[in-house]
C-alpha cells in the first residue's frame, strides 16, 4: 500500500481561493470597497500601488477578478465533477459590513454567503471559511489606522459573531486571519493587507505591525470564544504561512541564524495555539523599549481563544546564513526582509523566484506538529505559472501536476510514516485567479482555466486543464493515483 492510500477517509481534499481573487462584483449587493479594491496591478519585481481611493482612472484587477459572484454556480459545478470533498473561501468583510463599523450587518451580503454555502453543500461539498483573507474594509484602514486602533478589535468580533450566527449549522471549518505572520517582515503590501496599516515617516515599522498584530491576536482569541460559544462543535484553526528557513550549512552560527529568524514564522501560531506570548518576543520588545499595547486583561483574552487547529500554506522555503550581507530587502516578496537570505543551492525556482521544495512540505507538517500537538491543514499549496492553450484548446500543464504530485507524496508521508494528525489538503487557485502579491491573472494556478488577462480582457469562459482531470482521478482513488 502506498502511503497516500493509507490517508483517513475522511481526508478532507479540496481546493482554495479568497474572496477578493476570486468573486469580483466589489460593489454588487451593497458591498464597500476594501483594501484590495485599491490595490492596482503590479508584475514579477514591480509592486502593486495602493491608491488612496478608487479612481476610475486606475485598473484594478480584483474588482472583476473572475467573477465567481455572478458565476459561483456553474463553478462549483466544476468542483463536484472533480469530487472536491471541502473548498475553501473566504467572506469579505465588506459585503457584511460594507465600512466596517455599521450597527447592523448588509443582509444583501450575508444572503450571497447563504445561497453559496447552500450550493456546495447540496454537490456534497464542505465549505472552509476564512473569516478575513486580506480584505478589511478601506474605511476601517483610512479612518481607524486599520488594527493599529484597538476599536477594531470590537469590530471584527462584530463581524465574526454575525458569520458564525448566520452560518453556524453549514460550516464547520473556520479560519480567523489568512496568513497572519507574513507581515513579519513589514513589507508595505501586506501590512495593508493584513492588517490596514500603512507606515509613518519617523515609525518604526516592526513596532507597529506588532501592536496592529497584537490587536489582531486579541481580535482571533475572541472570535474562537465567541464561535465556541455560539456553537461548541465548530472548528476554529488560525491560518500561518509556512516558509521554513533552513540554515544555509551545519556551521553553529548559520545553525542559530536559522533558529533566530524562524521566529518571524512562528511567532503568531504560538500565541494562536498557546494562549500567550512566547517569552523570545517578551524579550524584544523589552530590548527595543517597545510598546506594543498590551493592556491588563489581555492575557485572559488570549488565554480563552486558543485554536482549534492549524491551517497552514505552503509553497517554498528559503535559507539563511549568518554572514551573508544583513541588508534585508522587504520589497521581495520572497526572501521578504529576511536578512542573510541566500538562495538554496540544492532547490530551483518558478518563473516568479519562488523555490520549489516537495520535501520541505513534509518538514514543515513535522516542525508544526512536534511544536503544537493539534491537528494540521494544508489549506494552500500549488504551482503559479503561464498556461497556454494549445490549438486544439486543451491546456497540458505538467509541471503543475508534476509539482502537486510531489508535494502530495510528502504529505502523505508525513501522515503515514510520521504519524502527523492531518486534516486535509486543499491546493491554492483551484480555479484561476488574481495573483495576491502580483495582481496578475497570468501568474496562474487553477486545474479550471479563466479566460481573462492582467489587463483585464478575455470572455471569462472556463475551460479543464490536464491537471483537473489529474486531480479528479487522485481523489476518486482516495490518492492511489498520483
Ligand atoms: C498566499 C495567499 O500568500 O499565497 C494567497 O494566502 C495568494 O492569497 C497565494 O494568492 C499565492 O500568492 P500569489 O502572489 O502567487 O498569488
Request: hydrophobic share 40%.
Amino acid at each position: 500500500m502506498s502511503a497516500t492510500t493509507a490517508l483517513p477517509k475522511d481526508f478532507l481534499w479540496g481546493g482554495a481561493v479568497a474572496a477578493h481573487q476570486l468573486e469580483g462584483g466589489w460593489d454588487a449587493g451593497g458591498k464597500g470597497p476594501s483594501v484590495v479594491d485599491v490595490l492596482t496591478a503590479g508584475a514579477h519585481g514591480v509592486p502593486r500601488r495602493i491608491t488612496a481611493d478608487v479612481d476610475p482612472g486606475e485598473f484594478y484587477p480584483n474588482q472583476v477578478a473572475a467573477d465567481f459572484y455572478h458565476r459561483f454556480r456553474e463553478d462549483i459545478a466544476l468542483f463536484a465533477e472533480m469530487g472536491l470533498k471541502c473548498f475553501r473561501t473566504s467572506i469579505a468583510w465588506t459585503r457584511i459590513f460594507p465600512r466596517g463599523d455599521e450597527a447592523e450587518p448588509n443582509e444583501e451580503g450575508l444572503r450571497f454567503y447563504d445561497e453559496l454555502f447552500d450550493e456546495l453543500l447540496a454537490h456534497g461539498i464542505e465549505p472552509v471559511i476564512t473569516l478575513s483573507h486580506f480584505e478589511m474594509p478601506l474605511h476601517l484602514a483610512r479612518e481607524y489606522g486599520g488594527f493599529r486602533s484597538r476599536e477594531v478589535v470590537g469590530l471584527f468580533e462584530r463581524f465574526a459573531r454575525v458569520c458564525f450566527e448566520r452560518y453556524h449549522t453549514k460550516v464547520k471549518y473556520w479560519m480567523t486571519f489568512n496568513e497572519i505572520n507574513n507581515q513579519m517582515d513589514t513589507n508595505a503590501l501586506f501590512l495593508w493587507t493584513n492588517s490596514g496599516v500603512t507606515i509613518a515617516p519617523g515609525e518604526n515599522p516592526t513596532e507597529v505591525m506588532y501592536r496592529a498584530g497584537h490587536h489582531e491576536l486579541l481580535a482571533s482569541a475572541r472570535a474562537v470564544a465567541i464561535g465556541h460559544e455560539i456553537d461548541p462543535s465548530l472548528q476554529i484553526g488560525a491560518m500561518i504561512s509556512h516558509v521554513p528557513i533552513y540554515p544555509f550549512s551545519c556551521d553553529p552560527a548559520d545553525m542559530m541564524a536559522a533558529v533566530v529568524a524562524n521566529r518571524a514564522r512562528f511567532f503568531f501560531p504560538d500565541v494562536h495555539v498557546r494562549g500567550e506570548y512566547p517569552r523570545y518576543a517578551l524579550k524584544e520588545f523589552e530590548r527595543n523599549g517597545w510598546d506594543v499595547g498590551i493592556l491588563e486583561g489581555d492575557a485572559a483574552i488570549l488565554a480563552a481563544g486558543k485554536v482549534d487547529y492549524v491551517g497552514f500554506s505552503y509553497y517554498m522555503s528559503v535559507t539563511v546564513k549568518a554572514d551573508a550581507a544583513k541588508e534585508a530587502d522587504a520589497a521581495d516578496v520572497v526572501t521578504g526582509g529576511l536578512p542573510g537570505a541566500v538562495p538554496n543551492p540544492h532547490i530551483e525556482a518558478t518563473e516568479w523566484g519562488w523555490p520549489i521544495d516537495p520535501v520541505g512540505l513534509r518538514y514543515t507538517l513535522n516542525v508544526l506538529y512536534d511544536r503544537y500537538q493539534v491537528r494540521l491543514f494544508i489549506v494552500e499549496n500549488g504551482f503559479g505559472a503561464v498556461d497556454t492553450i494549445a490549438a486544439d484548446g486543451a491546456i497540458h500543464d505538467p509541471e503543475r501536476i508534476t509539482y502537486l504530485r510531489e508535494h502530495i507524496e510528502q504529505m502523505a508521508l508525513a501522515v503515514t510514516q510520521d504519524g502527523v494528525e492531518l486534516l486535509g489538503y486543499t491546493p491554492w487557485g483551484i480555479i484561476d485567479l488574481v495573483s495576491f502579491t502580483t495582481g496578475e491573472m497570468k501568474k496562474r494556478y487553477g486545474m479550471i482555466y479563466v479566460d481573462r488577462d492582467n489587463e483585464g480582457n478575455g470572455t471569462l469562459e472556463r475551460r479543464r486543464k490536464d491537471s483537473f482531470e489529474w486531480f479528479r482521478r487522485v481523489i476518486a482513488s482516495g490518492g492511489a493515483h498520483l
